[in-house]
Every structure is written in C-alpha cells, then in structure tokens.
C-alpha cells in the first residue's frame, strides 16, 4: 500500500506546513519523529543523504523538504504522486 511518510520534529516550521499542505490534499502523513532520538535521525540521514527535515516519501519515492513538496504542487505534479495513496485510503 502506498502511503506518506514524514520525517519530522514537532516544531518545525517547515514540517507544519508540509503537513497542511498534504491535509489540504486529503492526505495524512505517517509521521516519523525525530527530534528526540539520534537513531531515528540517523536512519533519516542514511536514507535521503540530507540532514534537514522535514523529509517526505511518497511511497518509494522521496520528495524531498517541504520547499521540494511546495515546488511539485506549483508545478501540478503532486496530486498524480498522490493519487495512489488517495485510492488506497478509499479502498
């Protein structure tokens, strides 16, 4: 099943916002803290290569930051990388 995935801390601006916006898009996000456990941070590194959250999978597929998920609405692809996910959750 494709879902979101969301590396974030719990007062990230930038994770706020990326999470409005896939809300607004009918989409909740299977957040992942990692503000308070250095493993988890570490996993996040080693899976993206960044260091900065947040950071957000659309199933295999890895957006990016919350600049990378804003650049795909402004450019009309993101609803088509949603789109499996929104099928899923009505099924």
Known sequence: MSEVIMYC???????ISA?????AKGVTANKIPVDHDM??????????G????PQI???DYHVGGYDDLAGLERR???DALLE???SASKA
């Not at 801390?9 to 930038?14: G, H, I, K, L």
């Not at 999470?19 to 809300?23: N, S």
């Not at 493993?39 to 993206?48: Q, R, Y």
Request: net charge positive; glycine share 8%.
């Open 19 to 23: 999470e409005r916006l896939l809300k």
């Open 76 to 78: 009309g692809e993101l």
């Open 50 to 53: 960044r260091n900065t959250v």
């Open 39 to 48: 493993a988890m941070w570490g996993e996040m590194e080693k899976l993206t």
């Open 57 to 59: 999978f659309i199933g």
């Open 84 to 86: 499996p996910v929104l």
């Open 9 to 15: 801390t719990r007062f990230c601006p930038y994770c």
